[in-house]
């Protein structure tokens, strides 16, 4: 075989460009059919929420279908990227961190001192109880002090004007900064999974991912010093003009106008597309790193690991350390959507990072697009958000046309109504068995 059929045949990743064309262009028809029959604010809120989407689901992509990397930790990475953007954006509370910063700061230094000390300790003494029981009274002797020094200082935090802030606030830095410390947090925190579980099965990294992700929730939801707990953060800074600034404009006014635009309407939509602007330049960056990274030696590397780990590990490869490697960049991409996505609702609400959103609907647009191709799962990810947004509408419309001959006071009218709500649901589950079905490795499959 020559090596520029060779070269076409690794590039090909599985699908034509055709028909990889064909298929995005069929998912741009639908939003901009959206825009027609429904109207364009719904369609640009698509847009805008599918490019959140496809940037997670590159995430997912790069571990699992560069790695086979089972990740179902993808609300806990998301969320820790909204909770930079809380903590780099939103201003400082007045007084709160003289009331009791220093307290909180010296208590986790003294948890931090404490795990290292246990871990010296613990590889320092040879296996047996002693080892085990030095542990133990270390990390108790840790815990007692931490809770004595950071109790107050948190309650000192709290109870600066509780009803309104009652945390440490941020740093008031420009809102786009947020976005890749988002990265760095969910790295950190991917890191610190990895070195634990990657050594294990696939199994127990789904576990361990499940796991950190459930906490990280839990501490968002119940340390209102850092994050209001589920009194949520609004009012986070943004990096577009707000409506209301924009209808004060006179330039603007008659720029609308002169488009035959209320100027209200013209608003929302300016914003919702600058906001698109922003998310499809972050896309176009990932997606490039993300292709250069597939074609490389470590991309090719890191796929002969997906396909036989034992055989990888004969030739010498490391393939717990790559594996780390692919886990922490995937989870970064994560915690950039992320804290995108909080910027573009503009609050932080621990209640509403939900397992369906966030991992469930995320998996889907990975597994549909298909997976092992970066355009399949951003493919997946703007397919999978119109169907998101669009199915429960469609599915209400459906069960009036079903029901539109029974009585008003039908009970079986009635229970068809009410089940349109459901739609969502009923309707992910179905392409997913579909497209397990009859195309098991995607729209666009990789290679």
């Known amino acids: 075989m020559s090596g520029a059929s060779a070269s076409r045949r690794e590039d090909g990743a599985g699908a034509g460009p055709l028909r990889t064309t064909l298929l995005f262009l069929f998912v741009f028809g639908l939003i901009v059919g959206t825009g027609l029959v429904q109207s364009w604010n719904t369609a640009l809120v698509i847009l805008g929420m599918g490019l959140v989407s496809a940037i997670m689901a590159l995430g997912v992509n790069l571990q699992w279908g560069f790695a086979g990397l089972f990740n179902v930790g993808i609300m806990g990475f998301a969320a820790l990227g909204g909770l930079a953007a809380v903590l780099i954006a939103m201003p400082p509370t007045p007084g709160a961190f003289s009331a009791g910063g220093p307290r909180v700061l010296i208590a986790l230094s003294i948890g931090a001192a404490t795990v290292i000390a246990a871990i010296a300790v613990w590889r320092r003494l040879s296996p047996g109880w002693l080892r085990g029981l030095a542990v133990f009274v270390l990390l108790l002797i840790g815990a007692v002090v931490f809770r004595r020094v950071f109790d107050p200082g948190v309650a000192s935090i709290e109870a600066v004007n509780p009803a309104g802030t009652g945390y440490l606030g941020g740093l008031g830095l420009p809102v786009l900064l947020a976005w890749p410390v988002g990265g760095l947090l969910a790295a950190g925190a991917a890191w610190l999974i990895g070195k634990t579980a990657l050594g294990l099965r696939s199994d127990y990294l789904a576990i361990a991912t499940l796991g950190i992700s459930e906490i990280v929730i839990a501490v968002l939801k119940n340390e209102d010093w850092l994050s209001r707990g589920v009194k949520n953060v609004v009012g986070i800074p943004r990096p577009v003009p707000y409506e209301i600034d924009l209808q004060r404009d006179p330039a603007f006014i008659e720029r609308a106008t002169g488009y035959g635009l209320d100027p209200v309407t013209a608003s929302t939509l300016t914003v919702k597309l600058l906001y698109a602007g922003l998310f499809a330049v972050v896309l176009v960056i990932l997606l490039v790193f993300a292709q250069r990274a597939l074609h490389s030696p470590w991309g090719r590397m890191m796929r002969a690991i997906r396909d036989n780990e034992t055989a990888a590990a004969a030739m010498g490869k490391d393939v717990t350390a790559r594996h780390l490697q692919v886990f922490v960049l995937g989870s970064m991409i994560c915690g950039i959507a992320g804290a995108m996505l909080t910027t573009l609702d503009g609050q932080l609400t621990p209640g509403s990072y939900q397992p369906l959103r966030f991992t469930f609907l995320i998996w889907i647009m990975v ?56 739609m969502r649901l009923m309707t992910m589950g179905a392409i997913l068995l579909v497209v397990l079905r009859f195309s098991p490795r995607g729209l666009l499959p990789g290679r």
């Open 367 to 422: 597994i549909v697009g298909g997976s092992g191709n970066n355009f399949g799962a951003v493919l997946g990810g703007f397919l999978i958000w119109w169907l998101w947004v669009q199915v429960e509408p469609m599915g209400l419309w459906l069960m009036q046309f079903i029901t539109s001959g029974m009585a008003d006071g039908s009970a079986l009218k009635a229970h068809l109504l009410a089940g349109a709500a459901h």
